[in-house]
Nanobody, 115 residues
Framework: QVQFVESGGGLVQPGGSLRLSCEVS????????MGWFRQTPGTQRILFAR???????NYADYVKGRFTVSRDNAKNMVYLQMNNLKPEDTAAYYC?????????WGQGTQVTVSS
Protein backbone atom coordinates (compact mmCIF):
# COMPACT_ATOMS: atom_id res chain seq x y z
CA GLN A 1 0.00 0.00 0.00
CA VAL A 2 1.41 3.35 -1.07
CA GLN A 3 1.24 6.08 1.54
CA PHE A 4 2.26 9.71 1.49
CA VAL A 5 2.80 12.06 4.40
CA GLU A 6 3.03 15.67 3.33
CA SER A 7 3.82 18.40 5.81
CA GLY A 8 5.15 21.92 6.15
CA GLY A 9 2.36 24.02 4.73
CA GLY A 10 0.83 26.97 6.49
CA LEU A 11 0.40 30.71 6.55
CA VAL A 12 3.42 32.89 5.80
CA GLN A 13 3.92 36.57 5.06
CA PRO A 14 5.13 37.73 1.65
CA GLY A 15 8.88 37.36 1.44
CA GLY A 16 8.87 34.53 3.92
CA SER A 17 9.94 30.91 3.57
CA LEU A 18 8.46 27.48 4.02
CA ARG A 19 9.82 23.97 3.60
CA LEU A 20 7.48 21.26 2.46
CA SER A 21 8.26 17.61 3.08
CA CYS A 22 6.81 14.52 1.47
CA GLU A 23 7.52 11.06 2.78
CA VAL A 24 6.50 8.10 0.65
CA SER A 25 6.23 4.47 1.63
CA UNK A 26 5.16 1.40 -0.29
CA UNK A 27 7.19 2.07 -3.44
CA UNK A 28 10.83 1.80 -4.50
CA UNK A 29 11.36 5.48 -3.93
CA UNK A 30 14.73 5.70 -5.66
CA UNK A 31 13.17 4.45 -8.90
CA UNK A 32 10.56 7.21 -9.03
CA UNK A 33 10.76 10.76 -10.30
CA MET A 34 9.22 13.13 -7.78
CA GLY A 35 7.21 16.17 -8.76
CA TRP A 36 5.66 19.08 -6.94
CA PHE A 37 2.36 20.40 -8.24
CA ARG A 38 0.12 23.15 -7.05
CA GLN A 39 -3.51 23.93 -7.53
CA THR A 40 -5.83 26.84 -6.81
CA PRO A 41 -9.62 26.55 -6.70
CA GLY A 42 -11.14 26.12 -10.15
CA THR A 43 -7.83 25.47 -11.87
CA GLN A 44 -5.84 22.45 -12.94
CA ARG A 45 -3.04 20.97 -10.90
CA ILE A 46 0.20 22.22 -12.46
CA LEU A 47 3.70 20.78 -12.24
CA PHE A 48 6.25 23.41 -11.28
CA ALA A 49 9.21 21.44 -9.91
CA ARG A 50 10.58 17.99 -10.58
CA UNK A 51 13.51 15.93 -9.43
CA UNK A 52 14.60 12.94 -11.41
CA UNK A 53 15.89 9.70 -9.92
CA UNK A 54 19.52 10.74 -10.31
CA UNK A 55 18.89 14.18 -8.83
CA UNK A 56 18.49 16.41 -11.88
CA UNK A 57 15.93 19.13 -11.24
CA ASN A 58 13.59 21.18 -13.41
CA TYR A 59 11.56 24.24 -12.45
CA ALA A 60 8.90 26.42 -13.94
CA ASP A 61 10.18 29.92 -14.67
CA TYR A 62 7.94 31.52 -12.06
CA VAL A 63 9.58 29.60 -9.18
CA LYS A 64 13.11 29.33 -10.54
CA GLY A 65 15.59 30.95 -8.18
CA ARG A 66 13.10 30.93 -5.29
CA PHE A 67 12.20 27.25 -4.87
CA THR A 68 14.53 24.28 -4.51
CA VAL A 69 13.52 20.63 -4.70
CA SER A 70 15.69 17.92 -3.18
CA ARG A 71 15.38 14.28 -2.26
CA ASP A 72 16.80 11.83 0.26
CA ASN A 73 16.45 8.34 -1.11
CA ALA A 74 17.63 6.78 2.15
CA LYS A 75 14.66 8.35 3.93
CA ASN A 76 12.14 8.13 1.07
CA MET A 77 11.70 11.89 1.32
CA VAL A 78 11.36 14.75 -1.11
CA TYR A 79 11.56 18.36 0.01
CA LEU A 80 10.56 21.71 -1.40
CA GLN A 81 12.32 24.74 0.01
CA MET A 82 10.33 27.87 -0.86
CA ASN A 83 11.90 31.28 -0.35
CA ASN A 84 10.73 34.79 -1.12
CA LEU A 85 7.13 33.63 -1.20
CA LYS A 86 4.58 35.76 -2.99
CA PRO A 87 0.79 35.98 -2.61
CA GLU A 88 0.43 34.29 -6.00
CA ASP A 89 2.16 31.21 -4.56
CA THR A 90 -0.96 30.60 -2.46
CA ALA A 91 -2.24 27.15 -3.42
CA ALA A 92 -2.63 23.56 -2.37
CA TYR A 93 0.69 21.81 -2.93
CA TYR A 94 0.93 18.16 -3.90
CA CYS A 95 3.83 15.80 -4.36
CA UNK A 96 3.68 13.05 -6.93
CA UNK A 97 5.75 9.93 -7.48
CA UNK A 98 6.13 8.87 -11.10
CA UNK A 99 7.64 5.54 -12.04
CA UNK A 100 7.64 3.35 -15.11
CA UNK A 101 4.00 2.39 -15.38
CA UNK A 102 2.80 3.83 -12.09
CA UNK A 103 2.10 7.16 -10.46
CA UNK A 104 0.91 8.18 -7.04
CA TRP A 105 -0.28 11.43 -5.41
CA GLY A 106 0.15 12.84 -1.99
CA GLN A 107 -2.80 14.25 -0.06
CA GLY A 108 -1.70 17.87 -0.44
CA THR A 109 -0.82 20.65 1.95
CA GLN A 110 -2.09 24.23 1.87
CA VAL A 111 0.27 27.16 1.52
CA THR A 112 -1.14 30.63 2.07
CA VAL A 113 0.98 33.72 1.51
CA SER A 114 -0.66 36.78 2.99
CA SER A 115 0.08 39.74 5.19
Amino acid sequence: QVQFVESGGGLVQPGGSLRLSCEVSGITFSEHQMGWFRQTPGTQRILFARIWTEGTTNYADYVKGRFTVSRDNAKNMVYLQMNNLKPEDTAAYYCMALGIGDSYWGQGTQVTVSS
